[in-house]
C-alpha cells in the first residue's frame, strides 16, 4: 500500500538530497587525489597495503586455489623462481615448501621484516630483496619471475607498467615465463572522476595523470589512497607487447584474471 504523497514527496527530496551529496563527495576525492605527486600516491598505497597479510594463520595459509592451478601448469620443480610483491610471506612460505628457489622482491619493510621472521620460523633462508621493483637489484636471472596476487594491478600508469615488464623480460631464462594476476573487466570504464583527477593534476602541476581504468580507493580514517588499475580487453597486451613480451596463456578465474607472458618469438 502508497503511503500519503506528502511523506513520499519528502522521501524523494532527502534521497535525491543524499544523492547529490554522494555524487559531490566522489568527485572531490577525485579532485584531491590529483593534487598528488606520484610519489605521495605510491608512498599512501603502500601504507593502505602494509597491514595485509598481518595475521599470522593468514600468512601460513598457502596458496589459493587459482594459484595452485597456475602454478602446476607453469612452474616446474627445478625452476629459479622471483616472486614481485611478496609482502608478508604467505606465498613465499609456500613455494619454498613446494621446493623451489624463490627470490622475493618487497618494498614496503613491515610486510618484508614479517616475511623474513616467517621464513626463518619454518626454517628457510631468507632472501627478500627489500626495494621496489622498479628500483631492485636483481640477483641473476630466473626461469619465472611471478607478480603475487593483483600487485600489477597497483603499479601506476601504462608507461611504468610496460617499463616494469621490460625489466622483468631482461632478467628471463631463455624459454622463461612471467604469471600476471590482475583486475579485469570485459568493459573499459568511462570515468568523470578521471577526468576531475587529470583536471588538478594539470593545474597543481602533478608529476602522474590519472588514466582509463584507474581506480581509487579511500581510506577515510588516515586520509590516504590506494591506486589499483582495471585492465580493459587488450590492455594488458599492449602492455606486454611494448616490453616485448607476448602471451603464452590467459586464465580467468574467481579471484582474478591471469596472464602468462613470454619473450617475443619471431616468426
Known amino acids: 500500500m502508497l503511503r500519503p504523497r506528502r511523506e513520499r514527496l519528502l522521501f524523494r527530496f532527502l534521497f535525491r538530497l543524499a544523492r547529490l551529496f554522494d555524487l559531490l563527495g566522489r568527485g ?6 590529483g593534487t598528488l605527486q606520484r610519489a605521495d600516491l605510491e ?3 603502500s601504507a593502505v597495503w602494509e597491514q595485509f597479510g598481518s595475521d599470522g594463520e593468514v600468512a601460513s595459509a598457502g596458496l589459493m586455489g587459482w594459484e595452485r592451478t597456475v602454478f602446476e601448469e607453469f612452474l616446474k620443480p627445478a625452476d629459479r623462481i622471483l616472486l614481485v610483491g611478496s609482502g608478508s610471506g604467505r606465498d613465499l612460505l609456500a613455494l619454498r615448501k613446494a621446493g623451489h628457489q624463490v627470490v622475493g622482491v618487497e618494498p614496503s619493510p613491515v610486510p618484508a621484516q614479517r616475511a623474513k621472521q616467517l621464513l626463518r620460523d619454518n626454517g628457510f633462508p631468507v632472501d627478500i630483496v627489500a626495494a621496489r621493483f622498479e628500483y631492485a637489484e636483481l640477483p641473476g636471472t630466473f626461469d619465472v619471475i611471478v607478480f603475487s596476487w593483483l600487485c600489477y594491478s597497483y603499479i601506476l600508469g601504462a608507461a611504468e607498467r610496460s617499463a616494469t615488464l621490460a625489466k622483468a623480460a631482461a632478467h ?4 622463461g615465463r612471467i604469471v600476471i594476476s590482475y583486475v579485469g573487466v570485459d568493459l573499459p570504464q568511462t570515468s568523470r572522476g578521471v577526468t576531475l583527477a587529470r583536471f588538478s593534476s594539470s593545474l597543481t602541476g602533478a608529476d602522474w595523470r590519472a588514466e582509463r581504468n584507474d581506480n581509487f580507493i579511500p581510506d577515510i580514517g588516515r586520509e590516504l589512497f590506494a591506486y589499483q588499475h582495471s585492465f580493459g ?6 602492455e606486454a607487447l611494448a616490453a616485448g613480451l607476448s602471451v603464452l596463456a590467459k586464465r580467468r578465474f574467481s579471484e582474478a584474471f591471469v596472464m602468462v607472458l613470454r619473450r617475443h618469438v619471431r616468426a
Open 43 to 45: 608512498h599512501m598505497s
Open 28 to 33: 572531490l576525492f577525485f579532485l584531491a587525489v
Open 172 to 175: 628471463l631464462n631463455p624459454n
Open 233 to 238: 580487453p587488450g590492455e594488458l597486451q599492449n
